[in-house]
């Protein structure tokens, strides 16, 4: 069973950055894509990054050019770097494997943007 694990959320003004990190319990992002999530009170979870295996990025059209998922795989560890936020990035964060396996759902992280 893998643990997924979130952090690095908080309150922010717009424009602002933060870096969200997701700790895995095992090495798993070098064989799978990994993805980051959010969810926004009301809504749906989305999927806003996807890393590939071979290092490629995607990102959603709401978040291009503001948002850059990276690995390490030494640290097995995921990172979000959030820059210029606005207040509808405000959601908690997830992260998972691109398709999510229900099992590996963590906690989240959550980010507020907000003056």
């Known amino acids: 069973q893998v643990q997924l694990v979130e952090s690095g959320g908080g309150l922010v003004q717009p424009g602002g950055s933060l870096r969200l990190s997701c700790a895995a319990s095992?090495?798993?992002?070098?064989?799978?894509?990994v993805g980051w999530y959010r969810q926004a009170p009301g809504k749906q979870r989305e999927l806003v990054a996807t890393?590939?295996?071979?290092?490629?990025?995607i990102t959603a059209d709401s978040v291009k050019g503001r948002f850059t998922i990276s690995r390490d795989n030494a640290k097995n560890t995921v990172y979000l770097q959030m820059n210029s936020l606005k207040p509808e990035d405000t959601a908690v964060y997830y992260c998972?494997?691109?398709?999510?396996?229900?099992?590996?759902w963590g906690q989240g992280t959550q980010v507020t943007v907000s003056s």
């Open positions: 998972n494997t691109d398709p999510p396996v229900p099992q590996y």
């Open positions: 095992r090495s798993i992002f070098s064989i799978y894509r």
């Open positions: 890393l590939t295996t071979g290092g490629s990025t």
